[in-house]
């Protein structure tokens, strides 16, 4: 059974940080890329970041660039979003996800499905 647990939402000032957590088990995919999206209300998902698996090569959204950066542990099948620097517009439910067509999907999520979705952590960014 394919398990994909978000944590590490909630509140903070604006300028603070939060690192989410995103633990991916139970699923078989030689290939793929994993991360996060996000969508405030009334604006479209937008990929925010991910990571490869085959060679760590990772993406940012150019509204984010700078102040997130993501890694992982693969002994722990753990991929962290560690964001800096946050303000009001990063106000958001962010979504796990993993994608067999790699990076690419987190860049043209329009053209692509995702194959497994977390269950969303709410982030808000307010004074």
């Known amino acids: 059974q394919v398990q994909v647990v978000e944590s590490g939402g909630g509140l903070v000032q604006p300028g603070g940080s939060l690192r989410l957590s995103c633990a991916a088990s139970?699923?078989?995919?030689?290939?793929?890329?994993i991360g996060w999206f996000r969508q405030a209300p009334g604006k479209e998902r937008e990929g925010v970041s991910c990571?490869?698996?085959?060679?760590?090569?990772?993406y940012y959204a150019d509204s984010v660039k700078g102040r997130f950066t993501i890694s992982r542990d693969n002994a722990k099948n753990t991929v962290y979003l560690q964001m800096n620097s946050l303000k009001p517009e990063d106000t958001a439910v962010y979504y796990c996800?993993?994608?067999?067509?790699?990076?690419?999907?987190?860049?043209?999520?329009?053209?692509?499905?995702?194959?497994?979705w977390g269950k969303g952590n709410l982030v808000i960014v307010s004074s």
């Open positions: 996800a993993i994608a067999s067509f790699g990076v690419v999907a987190f860049i043209n999520p329009t053209d692509y499905a995702m194959d497994y």
């Open positions: 139970g699923f078989t995919l030689d290939y793929y890329a």
């Open positions: 990571i490869s698996s085959s060679d760590g090569s990772t």
